[in-house]
């Protein structure tokens, strides 16, 4: 992402002596950076998502089990020292298919916010930019997709793209994510092309095209990182639920959320196929809203927590 | 396509799917020793009381899984088993069954049923004291009315779909002595006439197509035993039967009994609330654990007259070969399966199943023979054979380009057949055939993918109404259409000559050891012809009231509504 124009010189740092020529002018996302690190809950959350991920990720890996393996000698067996977590109804280790399950669900989180906060802020660009017909029939589109149940109409596809994998889930997923952020980036788009950078550009005869990606869509960047993290975890919820459900992810694969429709209904008699990935659901979340809400914090001038 | 389904089979077929629950293994499964084989099963247990000792009084709330909108049960649309168990206490039927499947004859309706020497003559001596609710005596006509309707004789356009077994073998009825003797004349012997009229409905609803179809649809005008219908809420999706004060014979003990719907999830939590004093468990094991958190449950055990199976259908391209769908058989293990779902429970994992006949019967045995042990190398042996070949580093067996996938339907919601769906694909996927597990609305599973053959594996149960296997004729026998091929409730879609031929001598056969040497004859053959994988004796398992008194798990006998009642 390229740097924005609001550079922030400070001059103490300017021409010291015996340095390198290298100037050494704090960015804005180091001034950023400081104000985040420096916040607890920041710390804390992002120690957790990185914990998580490597539990994700490396976990697997220490089990004595293989995801597709299943112990036909221990059905729906409590944890012992064979199965860690305990066993599911068809004899599959709660250990690894928890940890599995937890890496398709931030993977899907991750990919769902990003291609949400991408289209919201290219489509929310474009209609604030060009105005009149441009942001008639775009903001059209963003309000029919506003009214449309989006759970209702997931469901629906469904068995349209059930055979086409989770990704094109996670594009369905995505679609459906965009539109709030949209409306609120062509209302900073409105306002952002009035700025002399931008007539600027405009009158060296750069594209208009180019003038959006250039110098709008950057300028909103603390807007988009922010509603990106935050889209993490709604991301992560709309997936289990729509698992949940039987709409999201199919077997063989797991998520979180067909582990937990599968843990719920029996949760009271044999509460280790519930606990673990629930667990994890709530922590994964609240992970990734604290780093959020820091960083929000953080780019928010108005905030108090900056200026503390 | 046209579906026949007869009350006696698709009805179960339809409760099946959705009386299964989910399964699993208990912490309590591993200690073999304790475990009871399939012998150890008992007939029935429904904690038999004379009626006497019994309180006056009471209401049983049993809980169903589906609420009823037809309830004219030879009606397409009312072809459940829940019907069945709302209908036989208001209505009339001819015989109850003991718990082995010895027929007597209910003395309210029938008080003498005998078979002459070849089996071409049934009569029944009717019990001229009973009568319809609306005053109408219940004669010989009305018998004669419902043979002639659902043999399919009578003209007009009755929403049955097609004529029943049995009461299209009856060539003639007639008046015998007076009105209150039937005699049915038989075109070919029909040695399971008492499964005959297990639910008997007045002539004027049997002989007009539209009080058929309609006068039994959201109401029941009529009726005829211990109960009366008290009311049928359709908002609260309840059904109160309430003592029928003009019944003639012995006064019911209860006051009333209420069918109440609820998802067969939530059937544990109200039963343990006590807002419910029976349901089925099955082979449910969160279910199972939590119903016996009441103080006062009684979990009732016995044998049930049904199976669970895995349905392969024919009609798909790659499992028209006979050798493909013995491929699948040995590709799948069926302990596994039935182990998965049994543990739980605390029964038997034991896959020995018999599709005719049941554990309880002495004639029960194992006809699997070569087709009922997990063998993949042979599985792969067949499909080699057969042309389906594992390419150097495929993962999937192809013939002609085209790749061996399986689609293996569920209905949404059911952890059971999720279970048997998951572990069938992996177990499949070692030999090469890869299975697409496709979930469906649990309401469309059996009308827009079982019965319309939109599958290519699919797991239920298959149930009996009756103690006698030669009911089963429709669920193995066929092409029953008359020029077109109709394969009705042949859901495998795949039959021989010699399976039809066996059948036709089965129900003509009056000696019970040669039916049950035919039955065994039958069973052997489907597994020659790969017709369904059977993966376990169905489980009775019931949570009841313990002071519930004559009901429970009712394994083959007919349940006697007006001798339920509560214990002092």
């Given at each position: 992402m390229s740097m924005s124009a609001e550079r922030v010189a400070s001059e103490t740092e300017t021409g010291q002596e015996g340095g390198t020529d290298e100037t050494r002018i704090p960015g804005r996302w180091s001034v950023v950076l400081g104000t985040m690190l420096r916040q607890r809950r920041v710390l804390v959350g992002l120690a957790v998502l990185l914990l998580l991920v490597a539990a994700a990720w490396i976990g697997?890996?220490?089990?004595?089990?293989?995801?597709?393996?299943?112990?036909?000698?221990?059905?729906?067996?409590?944890?012992?020292?064979?199965?860690w977590l305990g066993t599911d109804n068809t004899g599959r280790d709660l250990y690894i298919i928890t940890l599995v399950g937890l890496q398709k669900s931030i993977i899907i989180g991750l990919l769902v916010a990003v291609i949400t906060t991408a289209v919201a802020a290219v489509v929310g660009a474009f209609a604030g930019y060009f105005l009149n017909l441009t942001d008639k029939v775009l903001m059209w589109v963003t309000d029919l997709a506003l009214v449309l149940p989006s759970f209702l109409i997931l469901a629906i596809l469904f068995p349209a793209i059930r055979d086409s994998g989770w990704i094109v889930f996670v594009l369905l997923l995505a679609a459906f994510g965009w539109m709030i952020t949209a409306k609120m980036v062509r209302g900073m788009t409105i306002s952002l092309k009035e700025r002399e950078y931008v007539y600027a550009a405009r009158y060296m005869g750069v594209s208009p095209v180019r003038i959006i990606f250039r110098h709008i869509i950057p300028n909103m960047s603390s807007l988009l990182i922010v509603d990106a993290t935050i889209n993490v975890s709604s991301a992560i919820i709309a997936e289990t639920s729509l698992s949940y459900f039987g709409f999201g992810v199919q077997a063989p694969d797991v998520s979180l959320g067909t582990l937990i429709a599968l843990g719920s209904r029996q949760a009271v008699t044999h509460p280790w196929t519930f606990v673990f990935c629930t667990g994890l659901l709530i922590v994964l979340v609240m992970a990734v809203n604290l780093i959020g809400e820091g960083l929000r914090d953080a780019l928010d001038p108005q905030s108090k927590s900056r200026r503390a | 396509m046209r579906i026949r389904r007869s009350a006696a089979l698709a009805a179960p077929v339809l409760a099946l799917a959705l009386l299964a629950g989910a399964c699993g293994g208990g912490e309590d499964g591993g200690d073999e020793e304790d475990v009871p084989t399939l012998a150890d099963i008992a007939s029935s247990d429904m904690n038999p009381q004379e009626r006497d000792t019994l309180q006056d009084g009471g209401t049983m709330n049993w809980a169903v899984s589906d609420f009823i909108s037809q309830y004219m049960l030879h009606h397409t649309d009312g072809n459940l088993a829940v019907n069945v168990d709302i209908l036989q206490s208001v209505m009339p039927r001819a015989h109850n069954f003991d718990d082995e499947g010895i027929p007597v004859p209910y003395e309210p309706f029938v008080l003498e049923s005998s078979v002459n020497e070849d089996g071409s003559e049934v009569v029944f001596t009717l019990n001229p004291e009973a009568e319809w609710s609306d005053g109408e005596p219940i004669t010989w006509e009305d018998y004669a009315a419902q043979v002639e309707t659902l043999s399919g004789r009578t003209e007009g356009d009755f929403g049955h779909g097609g004529s029943a077994a049995g009461y299209r073998d009856i060539e003639e009825v007639e008046q015998g002595a007076d009105e209150y003797e039937v005699v049915f004349h038989f075109s070919t012997p029909y040695g399971e006439w008492p499964g005959l009229f297990d639910v008997l409905y007045p002539k004027e609803y049997m002989e007009d197509p539209d009080e058929f179809n309609e006068g039994y649809l959201e109401d029941i005008p009529v009726t005829a035993g211990p109960f009366e219908v008290g009311e049928i809420d359709k908002t609260a999706q309840r059904v109160t039967v309430t003592r029928d004060d003009d019944w003639w014979g012995e006064p019911a003990k209860l006051d009333s009994i209420t069918f109440a719907t609820y998802e067969i999830d939530a059937m544990a939590g109200v039963f343990v609330n006590k807002e419910i004093d029976a349901f089925y468990v099955g082979y449910d094991a969160p279910s199972y654990e939590r119903a016996q958190e009441r103080e006062d449950a009684r979990i009732a055990r016995a044998i049930d007259n049904g199976y669970r199976y895995v349905e392969v259908n024919a009609d798909r391209d790659a499992l028209s070969d006979v050798d493909v769908r013995h491929a699948v058989m040995l590709g799948i293990s069926r302990e596994s399966l039935a182990a998965a779902s049994l543990e739980g429970v605390e029964w038997p994992s034991d896959p020995t199943a018999n599709r005719l006949i049941r554990s309880n019967q002495p004639a029960f045995q194992d006809n699997s023979g070569e087709w009922g042990a997990r063998d993949p190398e042979r599985a792969a042996e067949l499909l080699d054979g057969a042309g389906w070949v594992l390419e150097e580093g495929a993962e999937v067996r192809t013939k002609d380009g085209e790749e061996l996938v399986l689609e293996y339907v569920t209905p949404s919601g059911l952890q059971t057949t999720l279970n048997e769906a998951e572990i069938t694909q992996q177990q499949l996927a070692e030999v090469g055939i890869k299975v697409e597990i496709n979930t469906v609305p649990s309401n469309d599973f059996f009308n827009e993918y079982i019965y319309r053959g939109n599958f290519d594996l699919s797991s239920f149960v298959q149930v009996g109404s009756t103690p006698y296997a030669g009911e089963s004729y429709e669920n193995y026998g066929g092409p029953f259409g008359d020029g077109e091929e109709d394969w009705g409730n042949n859901l495998a879609r795949t039959s021989t000559p010699e399976i039809n031929d066996k059948y036709d001598e089965l129900i003509q056969e009056t000696d019970p050891e040669r039916y049950y040497e035919i039955a065994n004859e039958i069973d052997t053959l489907l597994w020659e012809n790969a017709q369904g994988i059977p993966l376990f004796q169905r489980t009775g398992i019931w949570a009841v009231?313990?002071?519930?008194?004559?009901?429970?798990?009712e394994g083959m006998s007919s349940v006697v509504y007006e001798n339920i009642g509560y214990t002092g």
């Open positions: 697997p890996l220490l089990s004595p089990w293989g995801f597709e393996e299943r112990d036909y000698a221990s059905f729906l067996r409590p944890p012992s020292p064979e199965h | 009231n313990e002071r519930l008194a004559n009901f429970g798990a």
